[in-house]
């Protein structure tokens, strides 16, 4: 205390300590001249110098300066104390930020500025929105050649423009064709921009069930239902009385479609499910192409033994077909079934079943082909071969 107290007499009792009021758009201030020229080569520095620059004074003796006179306290007190101390609205410092530039105040408007290089993508902001998130890491370290501050993150650089508005105004703001959640969940969770991670964090009750994942999640592969629904603002969804979205579906086949989602492959349990259990549920989310393989061999005295794959949709797709009687019941995991055809021609089969056609048969195949379509009740199939 003392110490500050002799620093408070020492600055009172220089030639430079008499105070000097002055008229700022109206708004009225008193303060020292060694305060005004803190900074000898700011616009203020070369104004009250003792070679001072002829000024309009008002009414009152008052020296008149024509800019901003809110603004103008927050001037005073960074020309005080050497840092910005006051609470200021994101408005403010746009204003503020012009007031540093016509003052010449160039520490000041470093301070408020910063320029940014985003993966290619150049954006101006303030230290003040930068940091404005408690929590966050987000602090430029190099520069580029155009003195822009560098942030990789390995995202979209055009992303970021979505972070800088949720650091100004507190909200994430997002077009309704925006479909790039799990790149921006990516940068929050960089970040550590909590507020972000919670409005991309989705709550679900499937068949009873709770479930939490993200926006990113749900939305990773184009076309399907989840993507449509969780794309659209507001969701489309009931809701219950804890905010989370509902879906009238099977609740243990949902658990490995969401893990689906997370590592791109299904982990289900041997046997647990059937086959026409999971693929209703595919069908119903528009995850067509996401189908489990069942494995099968040809059995018989000459069979080699040699497994084949199809999916359990290729597999029933013909009612009435051996084939369908036989996999309609099969479920996911099970060990591989004994089918009873040959194996050359299982391979044409097999295509008819994924392409409904086929082709480069040898000619001496036709006949044993024929034989084993109508075997395996497949009409269609044989309709497309020779006669002879």
């Known amino acids: 205390m003392a110490t500050q107290l002799r620093a408070f007499r020492q600055e009172n009792d220089s030639p430079s300590s008499r105070y000097i ?4 758009g109206g708004v009225y201030y008193m ?6 020229t803190r900074y000898p080569d700011s616009m203020l520095g070369h104004m009250f110098t003792q070679e001072k620059i002829p000024l309009a004074r008002d009414e009152q003796g008052r020296y008149l300066i024509d800019r901003d006179g809110v603004s103008f306290r927050h001037i005073l007190n960074y020309l005080r104390d050497g840092k910005l101390s006051m609470a200021r609205s994101t408005g403010e410092d746009d204003q503020l930020l012009a007031e540093a530039r016509f003052y010449q105040l160039d520490e000041l408007v470093d301070e408020l500025s910063i320029h940014l290089n985003v993966e290619g993508v150049h954006y101006s902001t303030s230290k003040t929105i930068l940091l404005n998130h408690e929590g966050s890491i987000l602090s430029p370290l190099e520069r580029d050649q155009g003195r822009r501050y560098v942030l990789r993150n390995g995202a979209d650089g055009s992303l970021f423009r979505y972070i800088l508005n949720f650091l100004e105004v507190g909200d994430l703001q997002l077009p309704e064709s925006f479909d790039k959640y799990d790149q921006l969940e990516h940068l929050a969770k960089l970040y550590e921009l909590t507020g972000i991670q919670a409005f991309l964090r ?6 009873g069930r709770e ?3 993200t926006r990113g999640v749900l939305t990773k592969l184009k076309g399907t239902l989840l993507e449509e629904l969780f794309t659209q ?13 509902i879906i009238d579906r ?9 893990e689906y989602l997370n590592v791109g492959d299904f982990n289900f349990p041997p046997g647990k499910f059937y086959h026409h259990q999971c693929q209703a549920e595919l069908d119903y989310f528009r995850l067509g192409d996401c189908m489990f393989p069942i494995t099968f061999y040809c059995e018989g005295v000459t069979s080699t033994r040699r497994q084949f794959q199809a999916s359990w949709k290729n597999l029933t797709k013909y009612e009435g077909s051996l084939l369908q009687r036989q996999f309609s019941i099969a479920k996911v995991g099970q060990p591989p079934i004994g089918l009873r055809c040959r194996e050359y021609a299982l391979d044409y089969i097999l295509q008819f079943l994924k392409y409904g056609n086929i082709d480069n048969v040898p ?3 036709y006949q044993d082909l024929r034989q084993e379509a109508q075997h395996h009740r497949l009409p269609e199939l044989v309709r497309l071969l020779p006669n002879n």
């Open 21 to 24: 009021h002055l008229n700022v």
């Open 31 to 36: 303060t020292s001249q060694e305060t005004l």
């Open 202 to 207: 989705v709550g679900l009750v499937v068949g």
């Open 211 to 213: 479930y939490v994942t």
């Open 233 to 245: 603002s507001p969701v489309p969804l009931k809701n219950d009385h804890q905010g989370r979205y």
């Open 250 to 258: 099977n609740s243990e086949i949902f658990h490995h479609i969401l």
């Open 363 to 365: 000619n001496h195949m």
